[in-house]
């Protein structure tokens, strides 16, 4: 893959990622959800912190919307690094499946950046209300946007059964994470990585060709 079709790859992923986000937050409102089929729904939800919503302030003693600024500005850091490690990659000619995972953490984690930067500058709130995009009430400023999250597969909803110790009666549902297209590039490069380890990092067409020139010596 060169980086041509990679630029190509996470456009796309962009453009499906972010549409998709504004039509959620200019039609639907916070927490509103309809069903597609039973084991998926289309619901609503901001996410204001990393993965699963999870909030830096929940582990260091500083306020909600420091917290906030810190961690866009770190995934500000990380686009840059992903970037470039992407760039080197292609450079150096490594495997197209390393290419490809790294273009889709690449696109999802920018998609994501996008709503932290912008969002909170461009919406008004979602709550009780459709929001407006270019509203002139903003809900937020720049760096504090929520990352929009709309896809829900409650694969499994039912109850434990009363027999079972602690969990008989409770409710029992899988699977929970609400996330977005964003997310599904990232988990999708992360999957390809931790799968196809040793086909990714491999070695690259530089080095077959030293071995070839190598071995054509010998």
Known sequence: MNLKKSLILIIIILLIDQISK?????????????????WFKI???????AAWGAKLSDILPISDSRGKLVLTIFRLFAIVGIGYWLYDTIR???????ILAISLIFAGALGNILDSVFYGIVFNDSNREVATLFSKEPYGSLF?????????????????PEWMP???GKAFRFFEPVFNVADTAISTGVGIL??????????TNEDN??????????
């Open 22 to 38: 504004i039509y959620i937050k200019t039609h639907f409102i916070l927490g509103e959800s309809i069903d597609v089929f039973s």
């Open 43 to 49: 619901y609503f939800i901001e996410n204001e912190g």
């Open 92 to 98: 150096k000619k490594h495997s197209k499946t390393l």
């Open 144 to 160: 504090y946007g929520k990352v929009v999250d709309m896809l829900y597969f409650p694969l499994v909803d039912t109850v434990w």
């Open 166 to 168: 602690y969990f008989g």
């Open 194 to 203: 931790i799968v196809f380890n040793k086909k990714a990092f491999g070695k």
């Open 209 to 218: 060709i030293a071995d070839v020139q190598v071995s054509e010596n010998e």
